[in-house]
């Protein structure tokens, strides 16, 4: 199984602030992955897809980059409704696997 | 909109059986493959299993491989998931998930349902 590392497990950062989440996988996986929010009690919402597209009508201020085993999620300005927690999923292989996710807060 | 809508979760004993449904509206049902991801309580995510958009191929992660079992109807648009000797640890929010890509499972999740919780306890 490709396993997904992810870091850090929580941050707390200002509102305005730049935010940057990593996600390692223990293969190549190409562009194959996702980057999702999860806020408490909800399902999972699809904000990358492909590594680095923008799913239609998710805000700018979210992106995505990297290829291979190395990827990177970003939050540009930190709003307070960002507050949540955010996973990558690989689909290179089955069984497709998520990282453990990343809790982020305001400070 | 396109939507996905679980149902079926409850109380079952170790052992027991349950049947989750996910019903799908707004989109062409048999042309994407879909999938189940459970989520524990307090922990991450984990995926299940997955039906082509034919349903005759189907997937299982090894943790469930044998007891659990997908399908898919679709003159009703929806999914199921049949969930045979059942464990504590099966205990999780199950969600099910639409394929972005036609057909074939890729595991590129686009939608996702609001979830059902299965609880295994005696």
């Known amino acids: 199984d490709i396993q997904m590392t992810q870091s850090p497990s929580s941050l707390s950062a200002s509102v305005g602030d730049r935010v940057t989440i990593t996600c390692q996988a223990s293969?190549?996986?190409?562009?194959?992955l996702n980057w999702y929010q999860q806020k408490p009690g909800k399902a999972p919402k699809v904000l990358i897809y492909d590594a680095s597209n923008l799913e239609t009508g998710v805000p700018s201020r979210f992106s995505g980059s990297g290829s291979g085993t190395d990827f990177t999620f970003t939050i540009s300005s930190l709003q307070p409704e960002d507050v949540a927690t955010y996973y990558c999923q690989q689909y290179y292989n089955l069984p497709f696997t998520f990282g453990g996710g990343t809790k982020v807060e305001i400070k | 909109e396109v939507q996905l809508l679980e149902s079926g979760g409850g109380l079952a004993q170790p052992g027991g059986s349950l049947r989750l449904s996910c019903v799908a509206s707004e989109f062409t049902f048999t042309n994407y493959a879909m999938s189940w991801v459970r989520q524990a309580p307090g922990k991450g995510l984990e995926w299940v299993s997955g039906i082509s958009g034919s349903g005759g191929t189907t997937y299982y992660a090894d943790s469930v491989k044998g007891r659990l079992f997908i399908s898919r109807d679709k003159s009703k648009n929806t999914l199921y998931l049949q969930m045979n000797s059942l464990r504590t640890e099966d205990t999780a929010v199950y969600y099910c998930a639409k394929d972005r890509r036609w057909l074939l499972l890729s595991g590129a999740f686009d939608i996702w349902g609001q979830g059902t919780t299965v609880t295994v306890s005696s």
């Open positions: 293969q190549d996986i190409s562009n194959y």
